[in-house]
């Protein structure tokens, strides 16, 4: 009896830890050329490319087990165009496969947002503003 009561609660350990969850943590950069909000009216703004990303993640996970954005910051003053945003997004898959899947929406939806920003302002790929990029740009780790 003894025996196959460790056999079976042996057999239930594994089977938790075979369906344990994948976790991680992504960290998204958004920078743009920003500006003083007299002289540059018109500029990318890395805060709005941000918030248009978040809205995409939303869509695209809309499951609050599965994706927590947070952390969200950018922008240095109330009177400038934001040069960059940045937040977190926490993911919680079943396993690897699910949590690839979930990396890969993530990154969509990022780059979805920053196209949105570049669009809604007319900025051309490769066009400079000041001597910088005019574009919204991205990097997640």
Known sequence: MKGKLLVALLGSFAASVAMADVSGVMTVDIQGPGGHSSGAYGNTN????????????????????????SNFTGGVSVNAIAADGHFKVALKAKDEKEMAALKQKVTDAVKKGVDAENAFRSV??????????????????
């Open 124 to 141: 051309k790929p490769g066009q400079l503003t000041g001597g910088v990029p005019s574009e919204v740009r991205f990097a997640i780790k």
């Open 46 to 69: 890395a805060v709005h490319a941000a918030a248009r990303a978040i809205m995409e993640i939303e869509k695209a996970i809309p499951s609050q087990a599965q994706c927590v954005v």
